[in-house]
């Protein structure tokens, strides 16, 4: 499982930072962040909405383009050695330079300089997706609009939005996602971790998305998967995430085959990993294990995964060639 060549679209950048690293990093500066870890050494939180500030807390110690280029380079290193040989990951301008847009492209730099290295030595692609958080409001989400419209290109190739899901409205943000849009970025929301079905249809609805980050709880609505399937808006399905964090109680209620048997496209992605105590191998093992998932099963994911990557045609195509 560990070799078979994957394909992850969705992946928190800072999410996906190991604890020992952030705890490094926080010993370095002198800052005491011992609440936010387990005796263990894990990150602790008691539920999601605790998870959103442990996770903006061990982001206060990123304070640099160094720490994110020291970053890239961790986050890298543990999904190349789970076989990912491309992935699109969330980046904030709120947690990189604070929504200043000159500070925003001095952390880009230093993030593509280590992806290029990377892709060299370790033949994993990397690509960007910035992010407004949704908690944040509208307002924030500007600046978080304008850094990717300025940055728009081969590398930043979308645009999206985390956060909770519970505040506020997608509409709310139109003028975020429209910036990003005219800019040429492709559009992904969460939706459907926590709203229910109506969050999905609320994002179909606002946004017209070409991809939805989670998006699982649209098995609610039978009407909304056939409109899913139909505008072949791709899922960016997080199992081990949404069973960590109670979404679903185990991966056999999980509805990820259910989605696909209604014609739904899914991927599958970690989410932040260290967090939720997954890998994309732990991922392909669960659903291995769980739905009888095989060599042909995993090959469809990856190449629907492919076609709905946000990058140019050119680096799909050289993607496909390692997917034979
Ligand atoms: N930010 C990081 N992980 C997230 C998740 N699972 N849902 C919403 N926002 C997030
Ligand atoms: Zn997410």
Redesign the pocket.
């Known amino acids: 499982m560990k070799e078979l060549p994957k394909v992850e679209l969705?992946l928190?950048h800072e999410?996906a930072a190991p604890p020992a690293f952030i705890r490094g990093l926080a010993s370095e500066k002198g800052v005491d962040l011992s609440g936010i870890f387990r005796e263990d050494g894990s990150y602790s939180y008691r539920d999601f909405n605790h998870f959103l500030s442990v996770y903006e807390a061990a982001t206060s110690v990123l304070t640099g383009p160094e720490e994110f280029a020291r970053l890239t380079r961790a986050v890298l290193e543990e999904s190349a050695s789970h076989g990912v040989i491309y992935t699109e990951s969330?980046l904030s301008p709120d947690f990189c330079g604070g929504g200043d847009v000159g500070a925003w492209c001095e952390y880009l730099a230093a993030i593509r300089e280590v992806a290029d290295e990377a892709e060299r030595d370790m033949g994993i692609t990397l690509r960007g997706i910035v992010t407004c958080i949704r908690h944040f409001g509208p307002e924030q989400a500007k600046t978080a609009a304008t850094c990717a419209a300025e940055t728009a290109g081969d590398w930043i190739v979308g645009f999206g939005m985390?956060g909770d899901e519970m505040v506020g409205h997608q509409r709310d943000f139109l003028w975020s996602f429209e910036c990003a849009r005219e800019a040429g970025l492709s559009i992904t929301t969460?939706a459907g971790?926590w709203g229910g079905a109506a969050s999905v249809r609320e994002a179909v609805e606002d946004l017209n998305p070409a991809r939805i980050?989670?998006g699982v709880q649209a098995i609610d609505d039978p009407a909304l998967c056939d409109v899913l399937a139909e505008r072949e808006i791709v899922l960016e399905v997080?199992p081990g995430?949404n069973v960590f964090l109670g979404v679903y109680p185990t991966l056999a209620k999980h509805p990820i085959q259910k989605l696909r048997e209604r014609g739904v496209k899914v991927t599958v992605s970690t989410?932040?990993p260290p967090f939720f105590h997954t890998t994309m191998t732990r991922e392909y093992e669960g659903l291995e294990k769980t739905f009888g998932w095989g060599e042909e099963d995993f090959a469809e994911i990856a190449e629907t995964a492919l076609s709905a990557a946000f990058c140019d045609d050119t680096t799909k195509d050289k993607i496909r060639e390692r997917l034979k």
Do not use: N, V
């Open positions: 969705h928190h999410g969330f985390g969460h971790e980050g989670h997080c995430s989410d932040d």
